[in-house]
């Protein structure tokens, strides 16, 4: 398994833009596929978007379809999380999580290594 770490949250209005990171380290590390998921509170944990090991495959959740975008430097085994025109219904924990064996999951099941979170807020 990997060990990530989740950096770059904040308190922001909404129609501003933030970038999350999640390093990660540990044995092939790069060879993963990552995600980004979420949780605000009283809900479940929820997806968000997932690219697969090369950075060719990204899947992304209908609510979050171009305002959100996923990229990843394996030569720094970091995934990022771009996210414009947020929204205060995007206020949330968001959790990195990495997988070796499932290229699109959605669930938080399909998942096997995840962060420690990091708080997004986003003020109306």
């Known amino acids: 398994q990997v060990q990530l770490v989740e950096s770059g949250g904040g308190l922001v209005q909404a129609g501003d833009s933030l970038r999350l990171s999640c390093a990660a380290s540990g044995r092939a590390a790069s060879s993963y596929s990552m995600a980004w998921f979420r949780q605000a509170p009283g809900k479940e944990r929820e997806f968000v978007v997932g690219?697969?090991?090369?950075?060719?495959?990204?899947w992304y959740a209908d609510s979050v379809k171009g305002r959100f975008t996923i990229s990843r430097d394996n030569a720094k085994n970091t995934v990022y999380l771009q996210m414009n025109s947020l929204k205060p219904e995007d206020t949330a924990v968001y959790y990195c999580?990495?997988?070796?064996?499932?290229?699109?999951?959605?669930?938080?099941?399909?998942?096997?290594?995840w962060g420690q979170g990091t708080q997004v807020t986003v003020s109306s």
């Open positions: 999580a990495a997988t070796r064996s499932v290229v699109g999951g959605r669930g938080p099941g399909d998942f096997a290594s």
């Open positions: 690219i697969g090991w090369s950075g060719g495959s990204r």
